[in-house]
């Protein structure tokens, strides 16, 4: 997209840009520019600290740590995770505060996906039963380690669980997610995964799954939450992989995905509003700094006429894709300046589902996909006669759109996803 990756130099570019106009010529920037893991053994505080003359300073880390050696994955960007944190620990300890993406031990914690074990036994914070299988169990004995994990997820389910995903922590761009079903099957994605060429991981994460109709995506500034996206993974290859990523307008989908059904929609983004609140707070005590910028990621199912079910998918890091949001990115690098300079936020309206969203105007061209990733349908059909929704607005609902209450089967995929470990821009990171 027009931005790119957080490891990419369109992405850092922009990101300074934001910098200079909230802030003038007030600032310097001191860049180390990373070919590698290799090069970070050099980042030092003792390097870096005596170089920065401001009265405040705080560090920017464009890379994306991984659980793999450089040899096996030689992409832009990518090092490997604790030569990565070695550095921010280093400089954080010497005063240098993260202003991107986050301190050190919160930002493990997020990426590692470490947090999904730790509240999956707290049936209020709806995260999916959850456990962790060490991949020593793996490679001795694939089969009993598959039961281990089917026993485990069934323990804390409170339920029998056959059916799930397994997955490496510190992975990008929905690399490294397997679906499976049955122990037989998870036997095998459990090796797949940790036999990959260069993998470092110690761990593999096993969850139950989630049916959903779609993910609604929030956004949340300064604690705040500012904005709802819809979107849903319209694929689930034989190999078990998750691919077709499409994202819609809310019109689009509570037609195409809810049946038309308004107020399931309005239960769903209220339901979302609560867990949030739930996982701000819950995150409050993991760090006492608040969090500048944070998107937390919700499966959702429609489970009768004004009724969903919702569950956390995802707790995802300041860098975040805005997904085609326009406004997105200017309220994620606005956080950026806001953490670096300690100033407070501005006061930002809370999102409300009651709300009717904003209406395009009849017949306009599908919307330009904001990363990429990102395609939405065209509104308005001629000839077919508007329809009135839940907010009182008329609406002219896709041609192939259920009819209100009923509903609708998955649409077509939009848009395949690109091949794992992709990213934009030169090798190297910052």
């Known amino acids: 997209g027009r931005i790119g990756t957080s490891i990419s130099d369109g992405y850092i570019q922009a990101v300074f840009d934001r910098v200079y106009e909230r802030l003038g ?34 560090g920017c880390y464009f890379l994306w740590p991984i659980a793999f050696g450089d040899q096996a994955n030689p992409v832009a960007g990518y090092v490997e995770k604790n030569a990565f944190f070695n550095v921010m620990q280093e400089l954080e300890c010497a005063g240098c505060e993260t202003a991107f993406p986050h301190h050190a031990f919160l930002y493990n914690m997020l990426i590692s996906k470490d947090w999904c074990s730790y509240t999956s036994g707290h049936k209020d914070m709806k995260t999916p039963a959850t456990t962790k299988v060490m991949r020593s169990l793996v490679e001795r004995n694939a089969g009993g380690a598959a039961e281990e994990c089917l026993a485990a997820l069934s323990q804390v389910r409170g339920a029998p669980v056959r059916r799930g995903v397994c997955k490496l922590g510190y992975s990008w761009e929905a690399s490294d997610v397997m679906s499976f079903d049955g122990a037989a099957d998870l036997g095998k994605k459990l090796l797949q995964l940790v036999r990959q060429n260069g993998c470092l991981a110690d761990n593999v994460i096993v969850q139950e799954f989630i049916e959903s109709d779609m993910e609604i995506r929030v956004f949340v500034v300064g604690g705040v939450p500012i904005h709802f996206l819809y979107t849903k993974f319209c ?196």
């Open 235 to 430: 694929t689930n290859t034989p190999t078990g992989s998750f691919t077709a990523f499409r994202c819609a307008r809310k019109h689009e989908a509570v037609y195409e995905w809810f049946g038309g059904d308004a107020a399931a929609m309005v239960a769903a983004e209220t339901e979302i509003l609560r867990l949030t609140d739930k996982w701000v707070t819950w995150l409050r005590g993991v760090c006492a700094k608040p969090l500048s910028f944070l998107r937390l990621d919700f499966f959702v199912k429609r489970t009768g006429p004004g009724a969903t079910s919702v569950h956390i998918g995802e707790l995802t890091e300041m860098g975040a894709s805005c997904l085609g949001w326009a406004e997105g990115w200017t309220a994620q690098f606005d956080a950026v300046v806001h953490a670096a300079t300690g100033t407070p936020f501005p006061a930002l309206a809370r999102v409300d589902p009651h709300a009717p969203p904003p209406l395009p105007p009849p017949h306009a061209p599908p919307a330009a996909g904001g990363d990429g990733y990102a395609q939405v349908q065209q509104w308005a059909v001629p000839n077919q006669p508007p329809q009135q929704d839940a907010w009182g607005q008329a609406y002219q609902p896709p041609a192939d759109a259920a009819p209100p209450g009923v509903h609708a089967p998955p649409p077509a995929p939009a848009f395949p996803m690109p091949p794992a470990h992709h990213a934009h821009g030169k090798k190297g990171g910052w």
């Open 25 to 58: 010529h007030v600032y310097e920037v001191l860049s180390v520019y990373v070919s590698g893991t290799h090069d970070l053994q050099r980042v030092t505080a003792s390097a870096v600290l005596p170089q920065l003359s401001g009265r405040t300073f705080a």
